[in-house]
């Protein structure tokens, strides 16, 4: 449609002179790459700024790794403990039913026990658990002596009567938070005996995206009340909170009784060891009331296992971070999940691994061929290495040292699992420092980037000791933060 002498008027005027020689030529040539030097110059500082800019007003992303069980959602309760306060008040209810169903499945576990142990078939042998098995369990060294059998009477029939309405009550408590059971480990090291490791495998997942939280929430506003769900809902809580204050006598009862310790001290089943237990001191006169409420340390202590990566987003209003804006990712731990991890690799800031070092002597619940420390330094290995994390802090931490303190002066020995450990002190700090010093070495020949190694014990229950580590962590990750955005 144009025709050959349409020419554009800017073009034109920016033509070179028609009688321009060899020398101006090429001093116009300079001039003109110069000012598109500066240009582009000016361009990509534009571009950095807006890229800093939209950077720091994205959230900082924060994933949570390590194993099943090595502490990721209690560090995630923490943060919403410390740092919002309004969410955590929110969810504080929910939690009630779960907290209600670990104390319920301590007891049915014990009931369990105490079965067998009652049933004159179930043969006559207590205190043979093999350590293969077992999560706290001692080594294979501690074998037993022949016991006397255990004496067992009315109290303890009348006490399996009057606590059984408790196991219908465990699986109603289930299917309300939408439960799935936990799949049966893999394993070739059954030897048909109590122990907690079948005890844990009796555990039970919640679907993070499964909306327990909405489920349990009676009174998530008042409109909900009224509807017929609500009213139900209410109902369930009454029955519920009504089933554990009248076994509450007996409950105590049980735990306090010196044969039924003694039973699961010969089946080295450690209930206080697992997750979620409530049977310490003044727990059951908390729980098993009817008005109860869980307290904070409650909620940190409550166990519930979820599959699938939950987000978290939490808006800091005080601290170094405060006006910051955090999503924090709470992933599944065991093996099968781990494949989900991925995708929040490429874009996130900082990870906090947790590898819970009271574990040297367990197996994974998932693999019970596999000892739960190996694998935290392999999934180490794993993460110091995965080039897609080369942008991102990593900050360790060993978890569980109550855990490590408690099994340590129970005298259980390191050496005997992990045969490197040779003559050195059996005491927290000595141990702690050693698995540090080997998660430092994998960290160095592993590492895709060179990055500062970063470690904290930790023991996320204590949610004081812990606020002020995530003081630390929230600091440092800003820290590399901004330090990155000035770089640009
Ligand atoms: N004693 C003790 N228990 C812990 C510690 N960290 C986590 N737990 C408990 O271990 C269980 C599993 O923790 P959780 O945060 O759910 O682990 P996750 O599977 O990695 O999310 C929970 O019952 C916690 O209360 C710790 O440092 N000390
Ligand atoms: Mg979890």
Redesign the pocket.
């Known amino acids: 449609m144009g025709h050959a002498s349409d020419v554009d008027p800017l073009t034109q005027a920016l033509a070179p002179p028609p009688d321009e020689t060899d020398e101006q030529r090429a001093e116009r040539l300079q001039k003109e790459e110069r000012a598109r030097r500066v240009s582009d110059e000016i361009d990509e500082q534009i571009r950095q700024e807006r890229a800093a800019l939209k950077k720091q007003k994205r959230p900082i992303k924060v994933l949570l790794l ?1 194993q ?8 995630l309760k923490n943060f919403q403990l410390a740092y919002a306060g309004q969410a955590w008040a929110e969810e504080r209810i929910a939690w009630r039913t779960v907290i209600q169903l670990n104390l319920i499945r301590s007891v049915v576990n014990i009931l369990d026990v105490l079965n067998q142990e009652m049933t004159p078939t179930a043969g006559d042998d207590s205190g043979s658990s093999d350590s293969e098995d077992g999560p706290p369990a001692r080594p294979a060294t501690a074998s037993s002596a022949p016991t006397t059998p255990l004496r067992f009477s009315e109290k303890h029939r009348l006490l399996r009567l009057r606590l059984a309405p408790l196991r219908s009550l465990q699986g109603d408590l289930q299917m309300r938070l939408g439960a799935c059971d936990w799949p049966t480990p893999k394993s070739g090291a059954e030897s048909g005996v109590e122990s907690t490791a079948k005890a844990r495998a009796q555990d039970f997942f919640v679907w993070s995206n499964a909306g327990w939280k909405a489920a349990l929430r009676p009174n998530g506003g008042r409109r909900s009340l009224e509807d017929a769900r609500g009213r139900r809902r209410a109902v369930e809580d009454g029955e519920t909170a009504e089933v554990l204050a009248s076994c509450a006598e007996d409950i105590k009862t049980l735990w306090a009784d010196d044969v039924v310790q003694e039973m699961l001290h010969r089946r080295r089943l450690r209930l206080d060891l697992l ?2 237990f409530f049977l310490q001191s003044g727990d059951v006169d908390r729980i098993a009331r009817r008005d109860y409420t869980p307290s904070d340390d409650d909620v ?7 599959l699938g990566v939950q987000e978290h987003r939490i808006h800091f209003e005080s601290g170094p971070a405060a006006g910051t804006e955090w999503c924090l990712y ?1 992933v599944g ?1 065991s093996r099968t999940q781990r494949a989900a991890w991925q995708p929040y690799f490429d874009d996130c800031d900082a990870i906090i691994f ?1 590898a ?1 070092i009271s574990c040297f002597d367990e197996k994974l619940a998932e693999d019970r061929n596999v000892n739960r420390l190996e694998d935290s330094f392999a999934l180490w290995k794993m993460i110091c290495s995965n080039k897609l994390l080369s942008r991102a802090q990593i900050i360790l931490f060993l ?5 490590l303190e408690k099994k340590l002066k129970s005298g259980v020995r390191v050496r005997d699992w992990v045969t490197s450990f040779g003559n050195r002190k059996n005491d927290v700090q000595t141990v702690a420092q050693y698995f540090a010093q080997h998660f430092k070495e994998i960290a160095k020949q592993n590492a895709s980037v060179l990055r500062p190694f970063r470690v904290h014990l ?4 204590d949610t004081q000791a812990t606020a002020l580590t995530l003081g630390v962590v929230g600091e440092s990750i800003l820290r590399s933060q901004l330090r990155d955005a000035d770089l640009l």
């Open positions: 390590g099943s069980e090595s502490g990721k959602s209690t560090t997750p979620g940190v202590r409550a166990r519930l296992r979820t709470d731990g947790l819970p978890n569980k040292c109550d855990l930790t023991s996320v229950i």
